[in-house]
């Protein structure tokens, strides 16, 4: 039974991941396109919603 919680847990935390990751990278797309940023500013929020994501598995 702990081991079906862990590995339940273990594939929400992907799927949350995932789902944050896609957010991410749709937002830096649409801003890219809507031609808001340029491209320093584009990596820094890549390196910045990375950072997020990172934290987010801890």
Avoid: H, M, T, Y
Wanted: aromatic content about 2%.
């Amino acid at each position: 039974l702990a081991e079906q919680k862990i590995g339940q847990a273990e594939r929400d935390a992907i799927s949350e991941v995932r789902a944050s990751a896609v957010d991410i990278a749709v937002e830096a797309a649409r801003a890219l396109l809507a031609g808001k940023i340029d491209a320093k500013a584009g990596a820094d929020l890549f390196k910045a919603s990375l950072a997020d994501v990172k934290s987010k598995l801890n």
